[in-house]
């Protein structure tokens, strides 16, 4: 077929009603040609603003595909310090569980006292210089003495800026002293807490005999772990100023006996 000869078309328009009559428009090819390209140039137009300001953009085209290589490497960022920050919500969760499993504890089931565990200990450094643990030890020797008495030292020389006050929330005293300054075991006994928590920062909680229990709180890192056992006197972490209750260097130290806060002024040894 020469489409050169072909200049004009009818177009024929038949109703599905046979009542109805046949209609036909003669058009020039050239008037067919302008009135698709209009056509097509206006359907285009209508496709591109559904495309660009309407939702059925996002079903058409994902976001991924409307990336730039830049933004994909932002994202992928995002999405490890996403994961990265979830793993540690996570890690405070199961520190903040077991925090509040050792504040309950209030007994002495943790602690060994079979000559077995007690021979083991022994074999360790027991008292790694310290001058305290060195004098009760020479008057063991002297007198027999045994710990069947448990007594409390002060676990830092720092001097104390607050009292223990129960009934406003303190259930411990505070000792100022300057950002990792030594702290010390204030009695021989298991950690049964060693970690990191929101409120209370690096937290350490010592479980002795008859029912006592220790915490030491807001510090600038952890020297021991848990399950470990320790002497009195013996270093178990350096203070600071960690947690959100914490404003300021200290340690916040506390005293419980029977699952019950008591003062530690009225226990310490050397206070």
């Known amino acids: 077929m020469d489409f050169n000869k072909l200049k004009k078309f009818s177009l024929i328009f038949v109703p599905d009603?046979?009542?109805?009559?046949?209609?036909?428009?003669?058009?020039?090819?050239?008037?067919?040609?302008?009135v698709l390209s209009i056509y097509s140039f206006f359907v285009f137009l209508l496709g591109f603003y559904i495309i660009s300001f309407t939702p059925l953009s996002e079903v058409l085209?994902?976001?991924?595909?409307?990336?730039?290589?830049?933004?994909?490497?932002?994202?992928?960022?995002?999405?490890?310090?996403?994961?990265?920050?979830?793993?540690e919500i996570e890690a405070l969760k199961?520190?903040?569980?077991?925090?509040?499993?050792?504040?309950m504890l209030g007994d002495s089931?943790?602690?060994?006292?079979?000559?077995?565990?007690?021979?083991?200990i022994k074999n360790k450094s027991l008292y790694e210089g310290n001058l305290f643990a060195v004098f009760k030890e020479f008057l063991k020797k002297l007198r027999d003495f045994t710990d069947d008495y448990i007594i409390f030292i002060k676990p830092s020389e720092g001097f104390i800026s607050k009292s223990f006050d129960p009934e406003r929330g303190h259930f411990?005293?505070?000792?100022?002293?300057?950002?990792?300054?030594?702290?010390?075991?204030?009695?021989?006994?298991y950690i049964v807490f060693a970690s990191y928590t929101t409120e209370f920062g690096y937290t350490i909680i010592i479980n002795h005999k008859d029912n006592y229990v220790t915490k030491y709180l807001h510090c600038a890192s952890l020297?021991?772990?848990?399950?470990?056992?320790?002497?009195?006197?013996?270093?178990?972490?350096?203070?600071?100023?960690?947690?959100?209750?914490?404003?300021?260097?200290?340690?916040?130290?506390?005293i419980w006996k029977d699952g019950k806060a008591i003062d530690p002024k009225e226990v310490l040894l050397n206070y």
Not at 17 to 34: C, M, P, Q, R, Y
Not at 66 to 75: A, Q
Not at 177 to 182: A, I, Q, R, T
């Open 172 to 189: 411990g005293i505070d000792f100022v002293v300057k950002e990792n300054s030594p702290i010390f075991s204030s009695a021989g006994g």
């Open 17 to 34: 009603d046979t009542s109805g009559e046949a209609h036909s428009v003669k058009i020039s090819l050239k008037k067919l040609v302008i």
């Open 223 to 254: 020297l021991k772990r848990e399950g470990d056992y320790v002497y009195q006197g013996e270093l178990i972490a350096l203070s600071g100023n960690s947690g959100t209750e914490s404003s300021g260097p200290h340690l916040h130290f506390e």
């Open 94 to 103: 199961s520190a903040n569980k077991r925090l509040k499993f050792a504040i």
């Open 61 to 87: 085209f994902p976001y991924s595909l409307r990336l730039t290589d830049s933004d994909k490497k932002k994202v992928e960022v995002l999405n490890e310090k996403v994961t990265i920050l979830a793993r």
């Open 109 to 120: 089931t943790l602690i060994d006292t079979s000559e077995t565990r007690k021979d083991t």
